[in-house]
């Protein structure tokens, strides 16, 4: 079972999760960055162990945690030294402690993520000083999950076995969709799923995750660049709606799960009744495209040639208008996607990401093939990328 915290942890885990503060001290020892001010609880939970809010700020030969709030939650959850975990919500106190060393360089905080105010607030504490987005660095280095994290993505991957254990005893003709959903969310929860995701965007908004049947598989809303179905209103264009679920509907299932920080994110498409002809067809060409992948990714590749390989399949097999088609003439060139302390997270298997795969990254293989009149089928797996082979985590 993963641990939350290093507080109990065999000496050799414990080091590993330490080791990425040292890490990335010496990222920014040969940056152009004196120091980072860190605020996101993702990136604070990645180097500290806690989700107490504040602010961890890291100089290449020191760092401290300063909090706002939960003091004694986060001495008891981090696998740092807990002395160097405090208790000071000021920007100005903060920038006090790191000032002296900064003098006049570069300050690295996460602009991808915060507001241009409260990028503004960190520069006035600081004293003017230049800010630069370290998320880049940040991101790279998460990409290749450490043992600790792999087995937190495991845990997540049962849980979310659980939700299609659901669909499978309890889809029926006649529930509505979000009958359907709530019985799958049942079943994520009790077997530990935290009840949130996280994906690096502000203003993003999903819900509990894509579920669609029917002519709601054609519904796609342009909060996701995949199958979404309806919602339940305008206010969360995506997900399960109240629709009721005929014989012979095609169901789709894309609900992701969080266990102890960590994602499991995987689609099945399952049919109530018998599944028609075309539907076996169009699944079993997916299914090619999707195993023709997990056979070949290997560390080192190209995220754009992962997308190209998937395309080149498509054409081969036929159903290249079919693929990861949207309607109205639109297609998305993702294939799939990093998962772990983001749901969505680099790499992106895309035609535009040029950038190699890490060993012990993990990443979706997500897929679908859509046409306007037949409808749509889906089909999503998690892979740990290894040298000699990659491991199928759900």
Known sequence: MCAN?????????KMIKTDRLKK???????????????????????????????????????YLLFLRNGLSFARREVFIDPAKV???????????????????????TETDFLSANQVDKIRRAFGGLTIVDV????????????????????????AIDEGHRAVMAGLRAGMTELELAAAVERAHRLAGHEGTFFFRQPGFFMGTGPLA???NLLQLSGVLLSLTGAGLSPAMPIGPSRRIIQRGDTVLVD???????????????????????????MFAALKTISDHLIERIRPG???????RMAVEKSVALGVADLFLNLGQGRKTHL??????????????LSARDRSRLPEDVVVTIELHLLDDVQGAVKLEDMIRVGRQGNEILN
């Open 5 to 13: 915290s290093g507080k109990g942890l065999p000496p050799g885990r």
């Open 24 to 62: 990335f001290q010496q990222t920014l020892a040969k940056s152009e960055m004196a120091g980072a001010l860190l605020s996101y609880s993702r990136d604070i939970y990645y180097y500290t162990g806690t989700t107490q809010p504040g602010y961890l700020a890291v100089l290449p030969d020191d």
């Open 86 to 108: 405090l208790e000071e919500p000021r920007l100005e106190r903060i920038a006090e402690w790191g000032l002296p060393q900064l003098k006049t360089r570069c300050l690295g």
């Open 135 to 158: 998320s880049p660095r940040i991101l790279e280095q998460r990409q290749g999950k450490d043992p600790e994290e792999l087995e937190c993505i495991r845990e997540a991957c049962r």
């Open 213 to 215: 049947s029917g002519p």
């Open 255 to 281: 609900i992701p799960t969080l266990v102890r920080g960590y994602h499991a994110d995987q689609t099945r498409t399952y049919t109530v009744g018998k599944a028609p002809e075309t539907a076996r067809r």
């Open 301 to 307: 590749m190209e995220a754009a040639e992962i997308y």
């Open 335 to 348: 294939v799939g996607h990093g998962c772990g302390l983001e749901c969505n997270e680099p790499p992106f």
